[in-house]
């Protein structure tokens, strides 16, 4: 299948396969956070439906872009991600999963992160993608559904360290820390478990 955009690369791709087929026992939904137009959710969506599985995905995006950057996220090599960057509709991402042969849709929500409510979430959750780029539109993900996530579930983020967008790794960090969670990196993917 081809990529819909440079923001994910085929192993990358590879490696969220490779772990969300970690979950497929585990009981609970796929959430996606920082959906774009789609890249990852065609790929999310497709093994879903290849697993026959009653799981459902659910994907979550501003569609506005990119927020302000907390002082986290500030780098000079990161000057090109700006407010608004990186902004894809709805429309267009419903028309790419469509495309993509997606036979059922997966529940969309607009919104940014830290607006996104309890209710707006699945109950349960098995594997959560969460591509946020910036500190707070990682941490806030993960304080939304850390108690919704199953035990056993596996989290993975993207931009790990990416030097551009160094404040996704320092919310990977602190969180792992927190927790004591130990993390694998593969690529630019931080990838840990639900104790």
């Known amino acids: ?32 956070f920082g959906c774009y137009v789609g890249t990852t ?21 501003s569609f506005e872009g990119l927020p302000e950057k907390s002082v986290e996220d500030v780098n000079s090599l990161g000057e090109d ?12 991402l419903i028309s790419n999963l ?4 997606v036979k059922k849709i997966p529940k969309i929500t607009k919104g940014w992160f830290n607006q996104i409510s309890r209710e707006q979430i699945p109950s349960k959750i098995s594997f ?14 993960l304080n939304l559904i850390w108690n ?7 989290i993975v983020v993207d931009d790990y360290g990416n030097q551009a967008l160094p404040g996704a790794s320092k919310a990977v960090d602190e969180w792992c820390r927190k927790y004591n969670i130990p993390k694998d990196i593969e690529a630019t993917l931080a990838i840990f478990k639900k104790p």
Not at 81 to 92: N, V
Not at 129 to 141: A, C, E, Q, V
């Open 1 to 32: 299948m081809k990529l819909l955009s440079d923001q994910v690369n085929e192993r990358e791709i590879q490696i969220i396969l490779r772990e969300l087929e970690k979950t497929r026992a585990i009981f609970g939904d796929i959430v996606e």
């Open 41 to 61: 959710s065609v790929f999310l969506a497709k093994k879903i439906e290849e697993w026959n599985s009653e799981k459902h995905l659910w994907l979550y995006d």
């Open 81 to 92: 991600f700006k407010k608004g960057e990186l902004c894809a509709s709805k429309k267009q």
């Open 98 to 101: 469509r495309k993509a042969n």
């Open 128 to 141: 959560a993608f969460l591509d946020g780029d910036y500190y707070d539109s990682i941490l806030d993900p």
């Open 148 to 154: 919704n996530l199953e035990s056993g579930a596996v």
